[in-house]
């Protein structure tokens, strides 16, 4: 049974930092990318950060570029997205996202991420 579960999001003030954590379980890890979405209120889930299998390639979106860092480690089966310098416009639900093609495409079930100024 594939699981995804997100942790770390939470209420945190402009300028500060928090953790994302997603453990995954149920397929093997190392031969997934991983991703991080959000999706803020009245908006379309977006693509935030991408880490391809064995940590070759990072890719983010130019907002977070220089804030947000993309890490995974394949002995625990966990992809980390350490936030930092966060902004009101970060505020969203954070969703982790394993992809190996358009069959084996997995999703958590999101954690909020609060922003106040």
């Known amino acids: 049974q594939v699981q995804l579960v997100e942790s770390g999001g939470g209420l945190v003030q402009a300028g500060g930092s928090l953790r994302l954590s997603c453990a995954a379980s149920?397929?093997?890890?190392?031969?997934?990318?991983m991703s991080w979405y959000r999706q803020a209120p009245g908006k379309e889930r977006e693509l935030v950060a991408t880490?391809?299998?064995?940590?070759?390639?990072?890719n983010y979106v130019d907002s977070v570029k220089g804030r947000f860092t993309i890490s995974r480690d394949d002995v625990k089966n966990t992809v980390y997205l350490q936030m930092n310098s966060l902004k009101r416009e970060d505020t969203a639900v954070y969703y982790c996202?394993?992809?190996?093609?358009?069959?084996?495409?997995?999703w958590g079930q999101g954690t909020q991420v609060i922003v106040s100024s």
């Open positions: 149920g397929f093997t890890f190392s031969w997934y990318a």
């Open positions: 880490i391809t299998s064995a940590g070759r390639s990072r």
């Open positions: 996202n394993a992809r190996r093609n358009w069959l084996d495409d997995y």
